[in-house]
């Protein structure tokens, strides 16, 4: 079970919300009797849900489950007297609980779900390798990316027009948003160079390393990426206050590490990158 809990819009009112089996629990704080209460959404969800997001606005909330679909629901909650506005998801106002969007994966188990932050665009990444991206406006035209990558596990948008995705790669990549689609940009990892080798070690050395390791020098297993195993969560740290950019973000994974990245630092090294 996982968990994820944000603020509300409305003054003294606390949302959470955990997934399980095919069950997604939206939970408030009651200060009447000092206790978290909770409203379940099963309906349609027919396997166990894999990641979820909130909505800017916190009256919609993103699922992404083993039924390779993703959806968009209603979370309003008028225990806390949440109005909620309509928009290009919510066409009209609806109770909680209600399905307003569902899509389609490929073949694929959805493993991140991330709404952009005008909550205009949604973002998913899914177990068959590929990269999807649907606006509000066109909720018909889903633009996807098959990668030849392996899978991602999270995402993060960078800002209104480029996300960042990682998993079972060890790399965050960063991708463009369009009105013509989704386009890879760029790995946002510098590969690290090797010490030690290669045209400067002698033909002896060579030998004496083959002889004790029983392996050649580019027959070892070792990965050139800061991450050593997959990535499994990545988040905002700052923010750029004049365009809402994310300026640091950090990821974290199965080898045990927690890598911050500051994006100005990789634009140097990347050749004037930009998001």
Partial sequence: VSTQSTGSSGINAEYGEFQTFQLLSICYFDP?????????????????ILCVDWHPSNHLVAIGSCDFKCRVFCSA??????????????????????LLAEFDTNNGWVHGVQFSPSGNQLAWVA?????????????TKVHTVLTSNLPYSCLLWMSENSFSAAGFNYCPDLYTVTADGVTFTAKMDVKKE???????????????????????????????TTHENCITEIRALSRNPATGAVSKFSTS???????????????????GLKI
């Fill in 77 to 98: 909650l008028k225990e806390l007297g949440d109005k909620p506005q309509t928009s290009n998801w919510m066409p009209k106002l609806n109770k909680f609980g209600t």
């Fill in 32 to 48: 009447e009797h000092n206790w978290w209460v909770s409203k379940h959404i099963k309906k349609p969800i027919r396997s166990t």
């Fill in 194 to 224: 090797k010490s030690g080798g290669g045209a400067a070690m002698s033909a002896m050395a060579r030998f004496q390393k083959l002889d004790v390791q029983g392996q050649s020098e580019t027959g070892g297993t070792t990965v050139d």
């Fill in 253 to 271: 994974g199965k080898d045990g590490r927690l890598v911050i990245w500051n994006f100005d630092a990789l634009s140097s090294s990347l050749g």
């Fill in 127 to 139: 177990h068959d390798s590929s990269v999807n991206v649907v606006n509000s406006a066109n909720l």
